[in-house]
């Protein structure tokens, strides 16, 4: 169990290191080709684990 619990915590950070330097104009942004801005798509990989 520690060891899933633990991918999960180094899967976040990996994610937060993307957007750490966004500014909220940017994570509100929806790139080219998807239907959900970056905030969206963030949040939705985080509940789906």
Same mark, same amino acid.
């Given at each position: 169990? +520690?060891?899933? /619990? &633990? $991918? =999960?915590?180094? @899967?976040?950070? !990996?994610?937060?290191? *993307? $957007?750490?330097?966004?500014? @909220? &104009?940017?994570?509100?942004? $929806?790139?080219?080709? *998807? +239907?959900? +801005? /970056? /905030?969206? +798509? =963030? #949040? !939705?990989?985080? #509940?789906?684990?």
């Amino acid at each position: 169990m +520690n060891k899933q /619990i &633990e $991918i =999960l915590r180094n @899967t976040r950070k !990996h994610l937060l290191s *993307f $957007i750490n330097d966004l500014s @909220t &104009e940017e994570l509100n942004e $929806i790139p080219q080709g *998807f +239907n959900n +801005n /970056i /905030i969206w +798509n =963030l #949040a !939705h990989l985080t #509940a789906t684990q």
